[in-house]
């Protein structure tokens, strides 16, 4: 099943627990149903602040990242 940007972040948003959910949470409802492209929903999980991550799974060990302290300048801004 495939679905559009909205369908998605309504789906999400009726996924978070009522503690979870802000004052605003229908405004922000009404927000979701009506948009047209992905990229406007980083408004939407800002406002949602810590609950944008819900359902996330985090790394349970200690993240190691490999010794890197030089400029990549083939890789554009960086």
Same mark, same amino acid.
């Given at each position: 099943? /495939?679905? /559009?940007?909205?369908?998605?972040?309504?789906? !999400?948003?009726?996924?978070?627990?009522? +503690?979870?959910?802000?004052?605003? !949470? $229908? $405004?922000?409802? /009404?927000?979701? +149903? +009506?948009?047209?492209?992905?990229?406007?929903? &980083?408004?939407? !999980? /800002?406002?949602?602040?810590?609950? &944008?991550?819900?359902?996330? $799974?985090?790394?349970? &060990?200690?993240?190691? !990242?490999?010794?890197?302290?030089?400029?990549?300048?083939?890789? &554009?801004?960086?």
């Amino acid at each position: 099943m /495939t679905m /559009t940007a909205s369908e998605g972040l309504v789906a !999400f948003l009726e996924s978070l627990l009522d +503690s979870m959910r802000p004052a605003y !949470f $229908d $405004d922000l409802m /009404t927000a979701a +149903s +009506s948009m047209s492209d992905a990229r406007h929903a &980083g408004v939407l !999980f /800002t406002l949602l602040a810590g609950a &944008g991550a819900y359902g996330s $799974d985090t790394p349970s &060990g200690k993240l190691q !990242f490999p010794a890197d302290h030089q400029l990549h300048l083939n890789m &554009g801004t960086e």
